[in-house]
């Protein structure tokens, strides 16, 4: 492990490796040029690129490259597709899950859909807002009857509009099931109003905790959703487990939200209408705006790429692609390039994806960790676990954090080591890696060092770290410091920022 730790450019940064990795500004070239923009914008707005997907943003240059992850609808994945065809629980009735007790399958099958899809998407910035909404929108999954839900929900809410329209999203999230019964909106009724949807509504998914609510509008936000419901309430195997409306369980009083006033008398254009409200407040702009560019900029969200990507949220009435194209065409975005540390699913696909290593992951139960896993599938998904992230499984509605010091434990990274070791070596039925064919038929351990590293990092390491890493891997014949320089590669700060 010293030498893990020794990877990094400078000696007297080794006390920082120890938790998430020598400071960014450290890791940054010492001149910029078009090459090495193209290679770190790949980092950042792929789970890592693969060698076809650099050869095409040579090809067409990376700002035609970025727009046309800004139109995912124009790119055939009909081969990701085509890998999750098989996974029964996907498009899957809520009820039949219930009725056939697949709903303990669902978490297996939802995760290896989305690894999958993350993994051989050609929509990689698609992948990534599916992933970024699912956080932002978080349900954990193992609360209730959830488990029948959430695939429902991450197939019609999250996928559904994760490049579209704010508006749309936040509807379709307010109506989800899944929702509803996470945050307990479902059996919310005027009798006795439920305010923990109301709650998250204001202060995670659209205002922020300082978006200028009070503790009176989350109360008078939770009468506006009461009968907000789902179909099939109370009934096992009946219904469509879609959302529903129940007119005679709604809050029909006057009520005062955000200084809007609601004439005793409404009924489910209560919600609608917070819904607009909220889409149109200027806090949701700036909160939306705020997040997006935390999760594709910096920790420390620039103000004046906050400002104006919010601007293009409010003169677009939520447009997300409108507003992810401000940001990431910005020179804010280019300034940040390799200074934003990786959480583990960006680790555990880019790795992946950047080797070339195979996984065919079929699916199976959740109890027992169970599953027909084929390719090292489940050893690989206990990596995952091992990091901090499973899918779908963050208890709290704030989704998993998005910034370094979130990540930036000794334990952590530990377990970012070990994953990178079991993948360079082959351990626990993680699929082999052509090593070989990484390092370009080199002749020496030098030659394949310089290969790898392009390919892994898009750069070759300046000298110290050549240094550390060929000093390591002296004794060995070549083929076996393959993959050591692969592991400590993978494990190197220079990976584990994007």
């Known amino acids: 492990m010293t030498a893990l730790a020794a990877c990094g450019p400078l000696a007297e940064e080794q006390s920082a490796v120890a938790t998430a990795g020598p400071t960014p500004a450290s890791l940054l070239p010492t001149s910029y040029d078009e090459d090495w923009r193209l290679q770190q914008t790949l980092r950042r707005i792929t789970f ?48 039949d899950l219930v009725g056939n007790n697949m709903q303990y399958q669902t978490l297996t099958e939802l995760t290896a859909a989305t690894l999958l899809r993350g993994l051989y998407s050609r929509r990689q910035l698609y992948e990534m807002m599916v992933d970024f909404w699912s956080n932002h929108f978080n349900i954990y999954f193992r609360k209730g009857q959830v488990r029948s839900f959430k695939a429902k929900d991450d197939r019609e809410v999250i996928r559904a509009h994760a490049m579209g329209n704010f508006h749309d999203l936040l509807l379709a999230s307010a109506q989800s099931p899944a929702m509803g ?131 293009t949220f409010s003169a677009t009435r939520g447009d997300i692609t409108a507003v992810l194209s401000t940001i990431l065409h910005s020179e804010e975005f280019k300034a940040s390039l390799a200074t934003k540390l990786k959480r583990p699913l960006e680790v555990f696909l880019s790795a992946l994806r950047s080797t070339g290593a195979k996984v065919d992951y079929q699916g199976g139960g959740e109890r027992g960790n169970g599953g027909r896993g084929r390719g090292g599938a489940q050893a690989l998904v206990g990596h995952l676990t091992l990091m901090g992230q499973p899918l779908f499984l963050w208890e709290t509605p704030d989704g998993y954090p998005d910034n370094a010091a979130a990540w930036s434990s000794t334990n952590g990274t530990l377990a970012r080591w070990n994953y990178a070791l079991a993948l360079a070596y082959g351990q626990a039925g993680i699929p082999d890696i052509d090593w070989s064919a990484l390092s ?26 050549r240094h550390i890493i060929l000093n390591h891997v002296r004794s060995l014949a070549l083929d076996a410091s393959l993959p050591a320089i692969g592991a400590l590669l993978l494990s190197s700060p220079y990976f584990q920022y994007r």
């Open 48 to 95: 890592g690129p693969t060698q076809d997907e650099v050869a095409h943003a040579y090809e067409i240059g990376i700002d035609n490259f970025i727009d046309e992850q800004l139109a995912p609808q124009t790119l055939d994945d009909s081969y990701a597709e085509s890998l999750v065809a098989g996974f029964d629980t996907l498009n899957a009735n809520p009820a």
């Open 181 to 311: 019964i996470y945050l307990d909106n479902f059996a919310s009724t005027a009798d006795g109003p439920n305010e923990n949807y109301a709650r998250e509504l204001l202060e995670l998914h659209t205002l922020g905790v300082d978006g200028g609510y009070t503790q009176l509008d989350v109360q008078e936000v939770a009468r506006a959703f009461t009968g907000w419901s789902l179909d099939g309430l109370g009934r096992r195997n009946q219904g469509t487990g879609d959302f529903a409306y129940y007119d005679r369980n709604h809050d029909k009083d006057a009520k005062l939200i955000l200084g809007v006033e609601f004439p005793a008398g409404g009924g489910i254009e209560e919600g609608e209408q917070i819904v607009e409200m909220l889409v149109e407040h200027p806090s949701t702009a700036d909160y939306i705006s705020w997040k997006l560019v935390q999760r594709f900029v910096s920790d420390d969200p620039p103000a004046s790429l906050v400002a104006a990507a919010a601007n």
């Open 440 to 465: 370009a038929g080199a002749s020496d351990a030098a030659g394949a060092l310089d290969a790898i590293c392009q390919r892994l990092l898009g750069a070759t390491l300046p000298d110290q770290g």
